[in-house]
């Protein structure tokens, strides 16, 4: 079973010219062509992948609930075959697979999810690269730890050309980590990692699942057969470098990539060349009852949104844009702020109109007016008298008495003292009697012994009775605002302006 694994890993094949040393693909070119369908009852996941002579070698990036971790044989067809090798429980989350020049297959234990893709807040303290030796029953564990203990989340793996291997982080994105010293099987504590550049993906505008998002996440890495090569792939986008004396940091972080589009793909993860090196082989994260097919890429050399041919440097980090600036982190935090302010802005309107429909509530226990209602006031909403010229409420205050020229205090909504048409309630007052000569509009003053409601409420009562005008200040129903005429005290005046007795 072990051996079928290994079947055309031991010797690689001669490498493929790159497409740099010829003319420049076109965009169309780039579509990628399916290869098989993996049965994604048995392999859905596949978070890592390496071609063989016979197949493809895959990893899953979560083990089964409760079981060990898997690696998983394919033929040319896709279909499982022999049994998969299980290994230590303890592997968390493998990303990424590489196999050097000796065959040995390396597997990148190296992922640590944020809280808002399903991971824990508390980082890792040790991530690991597994190596499984052609021969080998298991892989062996080396653990690795980053310096300042920070949470990392990472799913690329190459290895130099001495066999180091490289980590490339997805979030934050682009660090590259290799071990400071030599690999420590079977410890618990990790080698230190050490940080040795970085790598920036740019803002291709290639179609995916994550829009933006997918520009920049960092999900895969390769090395070409020969080791002349090596490729990084993004949710979007495969960025390949030329590699000069097996430096491959130095490759990266200095070199010109070629980009080669992988639009569309359900959630385009793993990268591998193919054993002759002439194409991209790529597969898929995705659930159970999701079917993606492995598809394979001619590489090209294209200006992200401009067509081919032309070859894009790496930005420097001053000429980065704010989006290639932040982290998948930085915008997670980004939208719990959002989220967090929605929440008390919700709380805080909950808080006002429960305060608002308490108050409403006292009021209307207490007898006083309640904002909001259509009721007319009572008698003892109203506030006391003030003096002659105090403004009326929102339901009118009970103006005190008027002046003889009928420019008493008049009330706003509900009206003062007077009604419709009298100075008190809100409506034009009526000129002094001595200014009648001034005013030939209006009809004769009323002799100043007739009942007060007549002067003040501004229209004439039906007769000469006691009571008041028909809307004036006197006694009735609504006597306390001067509303209307009916039984009630001689004096309109009184009724219609002071306080009951």
């Known amino acids: 079973m072990v051996t079928s694994l290994f079947l055309g890993l031991a010797a690689p ?12 693909q076109s965009a169309a070119a780039g579509a990628g062509q399916p290869v098989c369908t993996p049965d994604s ?9 390496v071609a063989t002579a016979t197949g493809y070698v895959a990893v899953n990036d979560s ?39 000796n065959g040995t297959l390396w597997i990148a234990d190296i992922g640590d999810n944020m809280e808002s893709t399903g991971g824990s807040s508390t980082p890792r303290p040790t991530v690991a690269v597994w190596n499984l030796p052609q021969g080998a029953k298991a892989p062996v564990i080396n653990r690795l730890a980053y310096p300042d203990g920070k949470k990392r989340d990472a799913e690329a793996l190459l290895l130099n050309g001495d066999g180091t291997p490289i980590i490339i982080t997805k979030d934050p994105v682009g660090e590259i980590w290799v071990p400071e010293g030599p690999l420590q099987p079977n410890t618990t504590k990790g080698v230190k990692l050490t940080q040795r550049g970085t790598f920036s993906p740019q803002e291709t505008k290639t179609a995916n699942p994550l829009a933006f998002l997918g520009w920049k996440a960092i999900t895969g890495a390769a090395s070409s ?19 000069q004396g097996g430096d491959v940091i130095k490759a990266i972080t200095t070199g010109k990539p070629r980009i080669t589009p992988l639009p569309n793909e359900a959630r385009g993860e793993a990268i591998t060349y193919s054993t002759d090196g002439k194409q991209y082989i790529t597969a898929s994260d995705v659930p159970a009852d999701v079917k993606a097919p492995i598809l394979k ?21 001053d000429d980065r844009s704010f989006l290639e600036d932040l982290t998948l982190q930085d915008i997670t935090y980004m939208v719990a702020a959002l989220g967090v302010l929605g929440l008390i802005l919700v709380v805080a309107g909950i808080i006002g109109i429960r305060r608002s429909r308490a ?13 909001g209602s259509a009721r007319a006031p009572a ?33 706003t909504v509900y009206g003062g003292g007077g009604g419709l048409g009298g100075g008190p309630g809100g409506g034009p007052a009526q000129p002094d009697p001595r200014d009648f000569d001034r005013q030939p509009s209006y009809p004769p003053p009323p002799p100043y012994d007739q009942p007060r409601g007549f002067q003040q409420g501004g229209y004439p009562p039906p007769s000469a009775s006691p009571q008041g005008a028909v809307y004036g200040g006197g006694g009735g129903a609504y006597d306390q605002r001067g509303g209307y005429p009916g039984p009630g005290d001689h004096d309109g005046y009184e009724r219609g302006y002071a306080p009951h007795r």
């Open 13 to 24: 094949a001669a490498a493929a010219p790159s497409p740099s040393a010829g003319a420049p």
């Open 63 to 101: 083990a089964p609930a409760g079981g060990k971790a898997r690696i998983f044989t394919l033929d040319t067809a896709c279909k499982v075959v022999g049994t998969p090798i299980n290994y230590d429980p303890t592997a968390r989350d493998p990303e990424d697979l590489a196999v050097d020049k």
């Open 379 to 411: 008698d003892d909403d109203l506030p006391p008298p003030s003096d002659d010229n105090a403004p009326g409420t929102v339901y009118g205050a009970r103006p005190a008495a008027a002046t003889t020229r009928g420019a008493a205090a008049g009330g």
């Open 359 to 371: 108050g409403r509530r006292a009021a209307a226990a207490a007898g006083g007016p309640v904002r």
């Open 41 to 49: 009852q048995k392999i859905n996941e596949i978070s890592g992948l």
């Open 297 to 317: 890429y001619t590489p090209q050399n294209v200006t992200p949104g401009k067509g081919g041919g032309a070859v894009l440097p790496t930005p420097k980090p």
């Open 225 to 243: 057969p020969d080791g002349s090569r090596v490729v990084i792939r993004t949710y979007s986008d495969a960025y390949e470098f030329d590699v």
